[in-house]
């Protein structure tokens, strides 16, 4: 089955500097890959997500790339700022398949 | 609309114990699951449903039911409540993982089990 690896557990950056999170997947029949967003004690909040037909995609402050020759996918968050200090989750799933697999998280760190 | 509503948000149980995990959506979403999420750790897929009457296990299924009598409402029972059951669960929804859509998640519920 799918198996999600995300890297690093823990990132910490300078606010205003940009911060990369990077994931990798198993299987090469995976067409969807969301990024959620967990503030401490609260719920995973979707905040971006890419198909496999599409190698980037942005949203203002943030990119996602896939590149699907090495199964990887990766978060860009550029000018970071404190409110951007939360735990990242990607995720990859097959659209025939009814299940999301997980990375285990990024702890991202804003300093002042 | 309230979205994904979880009940109750907080609960303590003994060992051995049974109860039942409350989850409602009112945005007519086809498919609900039913996540568990132990610190350092990513969420793991306990059951889904693709529609009322449906259901599959997920990831790690064992010591939990469901049930998916209505389009709204997914409920999850733990059985037999054991320690390595303390965990922050949270339900989900999305109107068609077929589609990739994406998933709205409840506030959650903290089950502490001693």
């Known amino acids: 089955g799918e198996n999600v690896e995300q890297h690093p557990s823990t990132l910490s950056v300078q606010e205003g500097d940009s911060a990369v999170i990077k994931c990798t997947y198993s299987?090469?029949?995976?067409?969807?890959f969301p990024w959620y967003k967990q503030e401490l004690g609260k719920r995973p909040q979707l905040i971006i997500d890419?198909?496999?037909n599409v190698g980037e995609k942005k949203d203002q402050r943030i990119a996602v790339t896939l590149n699907k020759t090495a199964k990887h996918f990766s978060l860009h968050i550029t000018e970071t700022q404190p409110e951007d200090s939360a735990v990242y989750f990607c995720?990859?799933?097959?659209?025939?398949?009814?299940?999301?697999?997980w990375g285990a998280g990024t702890k991202l760190i804003i300093k002042p | 609309n309230a979205g994904v509503t979880q009940t109750p948000k907080f609960q303590v149980l003994k060992t051995g114990q049974s109860m039942t995990l409350q989850c409602a959506q009112d945005?007519?979403?086809?498919?609900m699951s039913w996540y568990r999420q132990d610190p350092g750790m990513g969420l793991r897929l306990i059951h889904y449903?693709?529609?009322?009457?449906?259901?599959d296990q997920g990831e790690v299924p064992n010591g939990y039911n469901v049930s998916r009598s209505t389009t709204e409402d997914f409920p999850l029972r733990l059985l037999s409540a054991a320690p390595s059951q303390t965990s922050v669960y949270f339900c989900?929804?999305?109107?068609?993982?077929?589609?990739?859509?994406?998933?709205?998640f409840g506030d959650g519920t903290r089950l502490s089990i001693l």
């Open positions: 989900a929804s999305s109107y068609s993982l077929r589609s990739n859509q994406p998933q709205h």
């Open positions: 945005m007519n979403h086809e498919y």
């Open positions: 449903s693709v529609g009322a009457g449906i259901t």
């Open positions: 299987d090469s029949a995976s067409n969807y």
């Open positions: 890419i198909r496999s």
């Open positions: 995720a990859a799933s097959i659209e025939s398949n009814y299940q999301l697999i």
